[in-house]
Each structure stands twice: as C-alpha cells, then as structure tokens.
C-alpha cells in the first residue's frame, strides 16, 4: 500500500512539473478571471479533457496554448491498442499541417521575427532534424503529381513567409511519425520490411505547409524511406471531395453558418470595442483591421512566445488577444448548439468518409491495396470531419492535430472486422454517431466495420432531415 500511494504521489508530482514546465515559456502571459473577458464562465465536458491541469471553464489562455500544440514531453496515446486476438489490419491518418507563420499580417505592425530555415540546435529539437534535411536533399527520385513537383520539400526562409511551416511545425509531425512508428510498425509490424509503393496511399493539399508536415511525418514513420516507392497524389480540395465537390446544399448550409457567426459577432460588444481599441493602435479603420484576422498572427506571436506588435500609439496586448479567442470559444459553443455547421459538415466529409469506407472494405476482404495511408489536410478538413463524425465536443483541430482509423481483424473469428477512432490520440471510437449505441463489452470492445459503413451509406443522410437516400439527392434537395 506504501508502494502504492508513492507511486500515486509521483505520477501527481510528474503531470504537475509537466504543466509548469509548458506555463514557465509564457510566464508573462498570466490568466486573468474569464468574468473580465466576455468568456462563458459555465463549465463544459470536452474530449481530450486534461482533468489535472483543467480549468473549470473555458479559458481562452488555456485553450490557446493547447491549440499551439508546443512539442514538450513525451505523448501518451492510445493508437494501436486492443484485445491481444485482434490484429492491426490498415491505417488511415488524417492530419493538420504543423505550426505555420500567419497567413495575414496586422495592418502597419511588423511581422513577426521567426526564422523558417531548420537547425539541428534551436529549440524546438528533435534528434531525427538534420537527418531529415539531409534526405529532403535526395527527394528527386519521388513521384509528386503536378502542382506539388514546384514545392520545396521542406521549409528554408530566414524571415518566414505567409502561411509557411516552421521548425516547430516541422517537429510536431517528426514526433507523430515516430509515436505512430512505434506502434503500428514496431509492435504491429503493419509494414513489411520490403514494404511497396502500393501498400501506401500518400494525399496532400498544394500548400507547402501541407505537403512539408506530411513528408516531416513520414520520415518520422520511415526513416530514411526509399524515395522510389514514394508517390503523392494532390487534392485541388481542402474537403478532400475529389470528383464529388459539386454540392448546392452544402455551399446553402455554409451560408447559413456564416450568417450565424456574423449575428454573433454583432451581438458581443466587448469584441466590437476591442477591435475597436485595436483599429486605434495600428491606425486603420475597425473593418479592415477584421478583414485582416488579427487573431491568426496574434496567435503565431503567442505560439512563439514573441511580443505583440507595437505601434506609436501603443501595443497589442492579451487584453486583446483574449477577448478575441474568448469570442472564438464562443462561437464554438453557438456553432455546436445551433447545429447549422452540422449540415455543412456531413455534406463536405461524405466524400472523403465514402472513399476512406471502399479502403477499409478492400482492406477487410484481404486486397493488397493501401496498409497505410496518409491525408496531409487543413483545420478546414478536419473540422467538418469530427462534426460529420458526431464528436462534437473535440476541441477544435490544433497544430499537427491527427484523426486516425484502424482497422481490425478478429483472429478468433476471422470474418469479423473492427474499426477504432482516435483524435489525438484519444480513443473516441464509442463517443462517435456510428457507435455511441452500440454495446461496449469484454472480450470484444471495439466497433465492428459494419457500423461505420452503414452511418455513411445511409445514417449520414438521415441526420439531415430531408429524406435523402444518396449523397447526390442530398446535395441536390430543394431548401436545404
């Protein structure tokens, strides 16, 4: 019982040092009552909840330093686990690109002074750093479908520019490579030796950014993989809808959504009169200091630990910077009430849904097709995919966020297949539409196939109220 309690004791004194050591790097940023910043104040069940280091209601500090994602200690996850009878069939990875500079600058301010060229010595580290630099230098050998044949492999600016990955981004998907290394090849042995170009299915976006985070997270997964075997397919579409993009309803729910953010964004006065006081500082009007989306480089500057811009007539400061993602955190909560980004949300995953369904069926019948595949997205993509996924209470998609699916096959009943859902590395599978019913008992806790299948085939459709037996009479549908 001794043993017990020391043990308990050190695990508490463990997750503390933790949260201290991520506080200490923004000690000048110090939390202040959410009473004072227009923040909800009620309390709220979140996936990927921390309940040791959790505060009691939203707090815009904590949830942006979260979102930063800063690459610190060790992550625990749960991929890769299951029954000992169970084996690991086929992975599908879909992930955000790592930390970026901002995509738009504050009007009159100076960017920003982060350097985009990767050094082994700077912090953030990784121990795989100069050694992925080094086989990015050897890409030539590689299959990358037009546009991505134009983009540099990795990032390599001393002043970064719009919207480009950083080290720290870079690092972020290295340490996902190699968390998922350790588990789905090294335990799991996912991937033979001799491993084919056809056992992996490699899809990015035409950014930089997107491309760079998931070559950063191959290399994490296959060290000094062989260039030849590498093909990378480009998606024109963040949604990720491929020749199934063309959807009226879906574009009709995104405009009631967004007409639902304006109103909210009328309502909350605090926000007004802080764009307001921002306008001042910087010298231009409140509307184009909007346009600008102040809170995309306030958050780069927060990320990096780098002082608000100053102007002669003062500073940008987390007075400011709070009240903004307060009123982001808001939104959430609106958005998940009045449920109008659902519709959007199920119509704009369906397709990517739909695709990934026919690999893991192919995968389930024993084809020789893709054992790992790997969707380098945006928070765009991921976002819709969660709500579609019914996990409404997941945090929105922070940097190098990662969604995964396995598949399973029950050795003890080979006919039988499974399929488990993690968000960064939390299991979520029985907090999803498709499975939140269904019995969740030993010796056989895991969702079978058949679920997921069925909630995109059919349950998808019904979720929208209007009827719908097929993703074209659904997009199609008058007054949606």
Same mark, same amino acid.
């Given at each position: 019982m001794l043993f017990r309690n020391r043990f308990l004791l050190l695990l508490a004194l463990a997750a503390l040092l933790a949260f201290l050591s991520l506080s200490l790097q923004f000690f000048h940023l110090i939390p202040v009552s959410p009473a004072k910043n227009g923040g909800n104040g009620k309390s709220r069940k979140r996936i990927l909840a921390h309940p040791a280091t959790e505060p009691p209601a939203a707090d815009p500090v904590y949830e942006a330093l979260l979102y930063c994602n800063i690459p610190s200690v060790a992550e625990h996850s749960m991929e890769g686990h299951a029954p000992h009878h169970f084996k690991l069939v086929s992975v599908h990875a879909f992930i955000r690109h790592g930390d970026?500079?901002?995509?738009?600058? +504050?009007? %009159?301010? *100076?960017?920003?002074? +982060?350097?985009?060229?990767?050094?082994?010595?700077? *912090?953030?580290? =990784?121990? *795989?750093?100069?050694?992925?630099?080094? /086989?990015?230098?050897? &890409?030539?050998? #590689?299959?990358?479908? $037009?546009?991505?044949?134009? !983009?540099?492999?990795?990032?390599? /600016?001393?002043?970064?520019?719009?919207g480009e990955l950083t080290q720290t981004g870079v690092v972020q998907h290295l340490r996902n490579g190699q968390l998922l290394r350790d588990v789905y090849l090294k335990k799991h042995q996912l991937l033979p030796d001799d491993w084919?170009? #056809?056992?992996?299915? @490699?899809?990015?976006?035409? %950014?930089?950014?997107?491309?760079? $985070?998931? @070559?950063?997270?191959?290399? &994490?997964? !296959?060290?000094?993989?062989?260039?030849? %075997?590498?093909?990378?397919?480009h998606q024109p579409s963040t949604l990720f809808c491929s020749g199934s993009c063309h959807c009226p309803a879906r574009n009709q729910f995104l405009e009631r959504e967004q007409r639902r953010q304006y109103l909210l964004r009328l309502r909350n006065g605090l926000l007004d009169r802080t764009y307001g006081e921002m306008a001042r500082i910087v010298d231009v009007p409140a509307r184009q200091l909007r346009a600008a989306n102040p809170i995309d480089a306030m958050l780069c500057h927060f990320c990096h630990n780098v002082s608000f811009p100053c102007t002669p007539s003062g500073c940008l400061g987390m007075e400011h910077f709070r009240v903004i993602k307060a009123h982001q955190l808001e939104d959430e909560r609106e958005r998940r009430e009045k449920k109008l980004y659902l519709g959007y949300a199920l119509l704009g995953a369906h397709p990517v849904l739909n695709h990934t369904v026919d690999r893991l069926r192919r995968a389930a019948r024993g084809g020789t097709g893709e054992l790992f595949a790997l969707h380098s997205a945006h928070d765009v993509t991921l976002s819709p995919l969660l709500s579609a996924l019914g996990l409404a209470e997941a945090r929105f998609p922070r940097f190098a966020a990662r969604l995964i699916f396995e598949l399973w096959r029950d050795r003890e009943r080979p006919g039988e297949h499974s399929v488990r859902v993690l968000y960064d590395g939390v299991d979520v599978t029985f907090l999803t539409s498709f499975c939140r019913d269904h019995p969740r008992r030993p010796p056989r806790p895991m969702c079978p196939?058949?679920?997921?299948?069925?909630?995109?085939?059919?349950?998808?459709? !019904?979720?929208?109220?209007?009827? $719908?037996?097929?993703?074209?009479? #659904?997009? =199609?549908?008058e007054g949606a």
């Open positions: 970026r500079y901002p995509l738009y600058p +504050i009007p %009159k301010t *100076k960017r920003p002074d +982060i350097d985009c060229t990767l050094v082994a010595n700077r *912090k953030p580290y =990784h121990p *795989k750093l100069e050694a992925f630099v080094s /086989h990015m230098s050897k &890409g030539s050998g #590689a299959s990358f479908e $037009s546009p991505l044949n134009s !983009l540099p492999l990795y990032p390599n /600016h001393p002043l970064c520019e719009l084919s170009a #056809a056992q992996l299915y @490699l899809e990015t976006t035409g %950014k930089s950014r997107t491309l760079q $985070s998931a @070559l950063a997270l191959l290399y &994490g997964f !296959l060290p000094d993989f062989d260039w030849t %075997k590498i093909r990378f397919r196939l058949e679920n997921l299948v069925r909630f995109v085939q059919r349950d998808m459709f !019904l979720a929208l109220d209007g009827g $719908s037996t097929s993703y074209f009479e #659904a997009c =199609h549908r």
